[in-house]
């Protein structure tokens, strides 16, 4: 189980490193330098099959792996920022408990619970912003009070 944990660690450290490299300037120019000296070698290599290979291979590869660094790092950032705002939500009297959690709820939940706070704001003084009242469009106002009541 440590051994276990000990990778896992391991991992995680790493392709934080990655993540953190392929974002840099460094990283930017490294790609730069290597295109440009690919482009260079062409007419060493007559523009041959294989030289074209060669860069497909390559691009194909870092783009399979950067998918999968690029989804870490969002889901750990999306996580982060969750804890962060679940903890703001449970400091904050009066706020409903369902919503500290509410990132659990299924899409027609989260539709319902949107379609709520927009009537809520309808009933405010101040104008909805128009991509708040875009978004709803499609949602029935009626049964957000079958699910969500105050």
């Known amino acids: 189980m440590n051994e ?3 990778w896992a660690r ?3 450290r790493f392709s934080t490193q990655m ?6 300037t460094a990283a930017f120019v490294c790609s730069l330098l290597l295109v440009f000296a690919w482009t260079a070698t062409g007419p060493l290599f007559r523009f041959s099959d294989t030289w074209q290979l060669v ?13 999968f660094l690029i989804q870490r790092a969002q889901n ?11 903890e703001l ?18 899409e ?9 706070y927009l009537q809520l704001a309808r009933r405010g003084e101040r104008p909805l912003p128009s991509a708040l009242e875009a978004s709803s469009a499609t949602e ?7 699910s969500f009541k105050s």
């Open 55 to 67: 860069i497909n291979t390559i691009t194909n590869v870092v783009t399979f792996v950067m998918v």
């Open 4 to 6: 276990h944990k000990s």
């Open 108 to 116: 027609e939940e989260l539709r319902l619970l949107h379609a709520r």
């Open 76 to 86: 750990k950032d999306s996580l982060a920022m969750q804890i962060k705002l679940s």
């Open 89 to 106: 939500l449970a400091v904050v009297r009066g706020v409903d408990d369902r919503i500290v959690a509410v990132e659990e709820l299924s």
């Open 10 to 12: 391991s991992v995680e």
């Open 140 to 146: 029935p106002p009626d049964t957000t009070t079958r």
């Open 19 to 24: 993540s953190d490299w392929a974002g840099s």
